[in-house]
């Protein structure tokens, strides 16, 4: 028998019954389409964070003290926050092959004042570099320079969230903030950054020379320091990350690579793309069940047709069918019920995973590949649920089938 | 020259139903030669169904040999067996057995469908044949319970000559007919008869026996009578002479 003229047949029992057909197929509508939602989403996700990874800057290396192992028997006499030096930053700019710039950052926060209106933001106290490493493009006005960080002159860089929360109407550009009370001007206001990949924001921050900060604005007690690096290129990385960890080393008597940790751009995008891939995979399996459930639906409705017409098959056997036309007849059903409901599952996810994207302001993705992975897993959902029915149709006994009632 | 299309030796058929053993055929040995029509009669349960699902290849026997036009068909497989049925053998059943939802063309058609040589003209072309042999393509489009009992054995006569098989096998054709319609189908049977078809038919009525010209009659699944009817009745002159009881159209 032809192909043609059995996908005829097929398509005549399934539409004699269109109500149990769709019923049928809507279990493979909604597994499928839950599949390519949950990938879509993971996707989005993954792009999003991938995008705040990038944001960082470019080729950065981060070095911070390892607070755990540093508060053991090789801790700095002014405690483990200061471990990390000025000094050290100037070993790696100066030092290590292939480093483009390199910032100190002190961190710190507090109350910021402009005539009336009050605001909470985080305050970094960096070199010029920092720029440079984070990519950071100034809107209006400038940055500061080296000759401010050099005199620890009172000027300040600000974010769009800070700027939109304490000049509402009037241009920051040359005016003075009050930051913990103590005046600085504010040189320029930064472009927008948007999130950072641990979802803070990245525009509710003030930018000031690292010697104004750690001389105003640091209390005594904390002084925690981390450096910021940028390579030269991407191959450049590895190798200087080793090359910053032994010159600490070197630099700090008793330490051990123990002490500082020095992580990279890659390394964060590798742990963040594992996280995301779990989590793609996690909601995708979880949707896949309810394919596997949509795919029982399949064979048992089958099963049921398979007795219903265990007189036709007699009937069909009598003048001719062969065990193969049987069992063809009954898979390419199954096929047709999984693989029509698959194409309906795909623009059905499509519309969800678009849905839930524009409501959660998410990039949502759907790939050709996730769309590739549920069109052949319908099909062999199809044929596996299918072939267990076909094979229970195609091994009747032809006199026992014609005498059925 | 009489061409054998037939032979079977000692062909056995037991039905085994737990500790009981049915013998439904005990021994038969029989020849049928080319364009023979042959009419099959005896007592309910003496085999002739059994023998007759022997002869259609729908079952296969406990033990014996059965050669169809030189096929040895009890050492073939069963894929082999399902083309034969296709190809060479047509059968009518007493209950009809078309597919419902199906209308009087698609059944018809249904045999060639199994064989993808078969383009569609051809296939319809052969339909349409065979619709026209049995004087039903004015119902062609009919689905079987729009028909009347005499229209769908007809229906079923031309799905079993449809694909131009050697022989046709039909089990109480008329059964569930009446006395009219009856003679009917047997002319229709006899028509088959003189293009030449080799016919064997199953009755339990000796006025339908009495169109076929050679009568073979079972007992106890044994062939106790096998004689010749030199002088069959003519179904289409019997037909003018039967008051017309039903108008079918
Ligand atoms: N599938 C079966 N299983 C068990 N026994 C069977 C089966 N088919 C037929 N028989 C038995 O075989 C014997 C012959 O049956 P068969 O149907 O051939 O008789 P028949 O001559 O056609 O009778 P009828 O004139 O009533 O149709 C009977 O005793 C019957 O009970
Ligand atoms: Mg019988």
Redesign the interface.
Known sequence: MSLFSIIRIAIKSLTRNTTRTFLTMLGIIIGVAAVITMLAIGQGAKKIVDEQINSMGTNVIIVTVNFAASSGSARGDAGSGSLLEVADVEAIRNSVDGILYASPVYTTGGQIKFEGQNWRAGIMGVDVDYFNIRDMQIESGEPFYRSDVVSGNKVCVIGQTVAANLFSNTDPVGKTIRIRNIPFKVNGVLKAKGQNAMGSDQDDVILAPYTTTYARLLGNHWRSMMILVSAESKERIALAQQDILDLLQSRHRGTTSEHFVVRTQTDIAQAADTVSNTLTILLASIAGISLLVGGIGIMNIMLVSVTERIKEIGIRMAVGAGKRDVLLQFIIEAVMISFIGGIIGIFLGWGAAKTVGHYMKWSVAVTPWSVMLSVSFSWIIGVFFGWYPAKKASTLNLIDALRYE | MVKPLIITKDLVKTYIMGDIHVHALRGIDIQINEGEFIAIMGASGSGKTTFM?LL?C??KPTSGSYSLDGIDVHSIK??DL??I???KIG?V?QSF???S?TTAYENVE??L????KLNHEERKAKTLLALRTVAIEDRAHHYPNQLSGGQQQRVAIA?AIV?SPVFLLADEPTGNLDTRTGVEVMAVMQALHNQGKTIVLVTHENDIAAYADRLITFRDGRIIADQKNTNPRNAAEDLKKLPIIEDED
């Open positions: 699902n259609g729908l079952d069963e894929s399902a083309r049925r296709n190809e059968y059943f057995y078309l597919l939802r249904l045999p469908l199994y064989r993808t799905r694909n």
